[in-house]
């Protein structure tokens, strides 16, 4: 008997990252399942085409759903469905004098992923630690060291953090500068909405040279972030499957 048919939305867009390297890479992990079929946009409007697939995978920056587009996507999780939201999905960034803000302006939005994103420190390595290690999703990957962005979020909800790190310090460059309460930062979590899910994943930072026009024309190297770790693909095929495996 023959696999039924399941389709995916994903969603590949957004500012200041090389989005053509994650959209392929994910592409390509979309092909391990041959009964799989992908459609790809640049925003959330068509919410049609997004509530008649059977789940969500998302790698944005600073793309930003109306407020209509951000009910259509709680209600589409909270109907049993589920979102896997990477990297910067949670993030609204706005460059500013003395840095750069993260204005809490969609409250919808970010209820539904868990958490908004508000800075980060500079790149530099950090250890990535399993928090629930019986969870499917992460079990016998093991804790890890990836070169990202280390995501300091505001958490909304109750989220079953799966992978988390720590960091107390400053993230230099963000008007939310000053992070030293001493609390783990989630790195990988799992927000219920309803009767479905937001699995968030925020490592996979990735830019070019060219990611930057308009604030500088010329970016001076090439960031790949976690997409040069095999642990980070793994959690990517097994967040695919887990998706793909709700469906039926």
């Not at 209509?68 to 709680?74: E, I, P, S």
């Not at 967040?239 to 469906?247: L, V």
Request: include cysteine; aromatic fraction near 12%; charged fraction near 25%.
């Amino acid at each position: 008997m023959p696999a039924p048919l399941t389709r995916a939305y994903l969603i590949a867009s957004g500012q200041f990252h090389d989005i053509d390297h994650p959209r392929l890479e994910l592409l390509k992990l979309f092909a391990e399942h041959p009964s799989l079929r992908v459609t790809v946009a640049a925003d959330y409007a068509d919410t049609a085409a997004i509530a008649a697939s059977d789940f969500l995978v998302t790698y944005t920056c600073n793309v930003l759903p109306t407020e209509d587009q951000q009910k259509a996507l709680r209600d589409f999780v909270a109907s049993g469905k589920r979102w896997f939201a990477l990297h910067g999905t949670n993030s609204i960034l706005e460059f500013q004098k003395e840095g750069v803000n993260a204005p809490e302006t969609a409250p919808i939005l970010m209820e539904t992923l868990g958490t908004q994103f508000i800075a980060h420190p500079p790149i530099m390595p950090f250890k990535i630690e399993t928090t629930d290690p019986e969870h499917a999703l992460v079990k016998g990957i093991g804790d890890f060291v990836s070169d990202d962005e280390l995501y300091l979020s505001r958490i909304h909800g109750d989220i079953q953090v799966l992978m988390h790190t720590h960091f107390d310090g400053e993230a230099t460059g963000f008007i939310e500068k000053t992070w030293n309460d001493g609390k783990p930062r989630p790195v990988y979590y799992i927000n219920k909405v309803g009767k479905g899910e937001v699995l968030y994943l925020n490592l996979g930072h990735s830019r070019g040279h060219w990611d930057m026009v308009g604030i500088m024309d010329y970016y001076p190297k090439i960031e790949r972030g976690a997409w040069d770790r095999p642990q980070f693909y793994e959690l990517l095929r097994r967040g695919i499957k887990y998706c793909f495996d709700r469906a039926h």
